[in-house]
């Protein structure tokens, strides 16, 4: 099965090992799913008032609001091509791709071979995903997370793609995990400071400590670390997060798919069927390294999933993995202060039918104070969404789960399924808005809604934020913490947008009223608020162009003012890739986005390998850009 699997994404990877049902009544219910006008009065009819449901609720942009638009770029039509489009006024440049040099021992990438194995760990890894940038002593430094691989890009000489020896494997290794790297602006525009000081590669062997409540834990100990505090690697990093204090969040998602068993009679323990956890790994990495082989390592996949902490301004620091913010398919962290000074930290548990949680420090941050405990000693929440508009943040605690503290932080899906939270669309990324007391997550799709439960059994009806049955377009949830504070229990909530296709459905999959034959688009998932309050919405979803997807074109990026609902095109990516990572520079003149997974061309030509690439993106009149 393995060959068939190169091409795949993670989430095709997932559900071909845990396939949905053939047939089930919900098929049909799919099939006479509510008019769109009757779907939307009864969305707006939950808030029982505008108080709850807010000023922007799945509003339409009337002349008035267009005539006071915030979205200062004319908007872009879809693209279908190989390469990148920006509106009038604004261009774009390649930052840097996979395979280019961070040191100057690192060759440039030989598109033949796609690069040694010497230099792996020397070099711009694969699959740009979220970023952030820094400002470290005058210098600017991007830290981006690499999440995985393209094996027939990246082993281009391999039959398939396959890994066929321990050094293959290595190289896989040290193309992902997260880069650190210094970034400069010259006369020709942006590019990397090769051997800067503060440059780094952190891989799937990076030395890391593991802090919180899962510290030491029997269940986190193994034969090279019989103390179970110090785990080699961080995985899968889709999103990002960065602290209040100026330290880089990365995220582990989709850990499971990199570990297996060589041995046949090994039974898998039974936690792992929770996360996903098989006998074959996607890159057969087990059949190489020890470490990932599950019969003599089992405990090693507990030491995956977690939120890291690294560093940016300290090249020899050791990136930390906080437990206490819960072991899940992590998408990113959206970090805030509460005004008490207690730190909040929102997050996503990308796969279909997982949750929405939240942290919540018990010490108080202060600029220039100890941070060092903030994130390892809190409370974890987790959502809880009723359909009248309201809902609440529910303890992960001994008491509530009947878990003891480690135990909540090492299987922290089954303590959130023991308290009845609500089954999600597939929560990417969380966003926080700078200018106003709410926070907002993508919930990208879920062609299982109310059709198949989560991977603990629990049912996913249609109904709340996730109102559609096989949900293929997605929605992006926003709610307001009860007292305009994010350390509150309570809070209201609303859909900011339903993505859909009003050209091809007059029903619920038509979308909200602020989505239309200018602005279509599916599965929202990287999100980022830019300092203005605009928030910005990247896209990984189908890119056929075709049926329910006509007139969408390739993923895109898209800026939404949360108080009147517009949402405007402001970039489309070249086809095959997903637009993914944002960040902008120090003076907010450049805005520098992910481009992951392109088909050839993208962005070196006809005859070259295609390469994952941060772009920058400036206005010509090197205005602000947000
Ligand atoms: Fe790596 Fe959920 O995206
Ligand atoms: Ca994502
Ligand atoms: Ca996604
Ligand atoms: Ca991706």
Redesign the pocket.
Known sequence: MRDETYDL??DEWDELQSPRPDHTDFDDVVETALSRRGFLSGVLAFGSGAAVMGAGSLMSTTSAEAATSRIGFKPIPIATDATVHVPEGYSWSKLVSWGDPLFSDAPELDHATGGDVAWSDRVFGE?T?GMELFTVGGRQVIAVNH??VNTKINLPQNEGGKVASADDVLKLQNLQGVAVFEVAEGDDGWSVVVDSPLNRRITHNTPMKIAGPAAGHDLLKTEADPEGTMALGTMNN?GAGKTPWGTYLTCEENFNGYFGSTNAAFALPEDYARYGVKAEGRYNYEGFDPRFDVSKNPNEPRRFGYIVEIDPADPTSTPIKHTALGRFKHENAAATVAPDGRVVVYMGDDERGEFMYKYVSNGFYTPGGDTSTLLDDGTLYVAKFDPDGSGRWIELTPTTTGMSEAEIAIFTRVAASKVGATTMDRPEWVAVNPIAVEGYCCLTNNKNRGIKTNAGGDETPAVGPNPREANKYGQIVRWYPAEDNHTSTDFSWDLYVMAGNPTVHGDAYGGSDNVNEGNLFNSP?GMMFDSTGLLWIQT?GDDSNEDDFAGMGNNQMLAGDPATGQIERFMTGPNGS?V?GLTWSADRRTMFVGI??PAAPFPDGEGKLARSTIIAIKRDDNAMIG
């Open positions: 994404s993670w699959n995903d999440e995985y889709c998932d990984d997903e993914t992951q997974h």
